[in-house]
């Protein structure tokens, strides 16, 4: 009984954390796949291995496949690119990032996930 209260203990405080913040709690990939689509990133965007094809048709608005980005850029550059802040090849991404610094993070992190 003495070995379970310590094991007790940890599930108890890892329950209070998901309580106290609801985003922790829903898997980071469903919760990254869900902001993308809702800052609808998948009008110009695809990531074939998660199921999003670009909405768009339009071969000059459509962007790259963003598979395998990891490879290409680290977080932080990312996350200025979608803030407006970095620029590629001369060009800043053409729309701001809308959702809170928590949001971004999340999504970032998913994208980084995202590989062929």
């Given at each position: 009984m003495k070995r379970l209260l310590p094991i007790a203990g940890l599930l108890v405080f890892v329950v209070a954390a998901f309580l106290a913040n609801p985003a922790a709690s829903e898997d980071n990939g469903a919760a990254g796949q869900k902001l993308f689509k809702a800052q609808?990133?998948?009008?110009?965007?695809?990531?074939p291995p998660a199921?999003?094809?670009?909405m768009t048709k339009s071969a000059a608005i459509k962007g790259p496949d963003l598979v395998n980005l990891s490879q290409k850029h680290d977080k932080a550059w990312i996350e200025k690119w979608l803030r407006l802040?970095?620029?590629?090849?001369?060009?800043?991404?053409?729309?701001k990032f809308s959702g809170s610094?928590?949001?971004?993070d999340t999504l970032v992190d998913w994208l980084l996930m995202q590989k062929s």
């Open positions: 609808k990133c998948n009008l110009c965007h695809s990531i199921g999003i094809e670009a802040e970095e620029t590629m090849n001369g060009k800043k991404h053409k729309k610094d928590e949001e971004l």
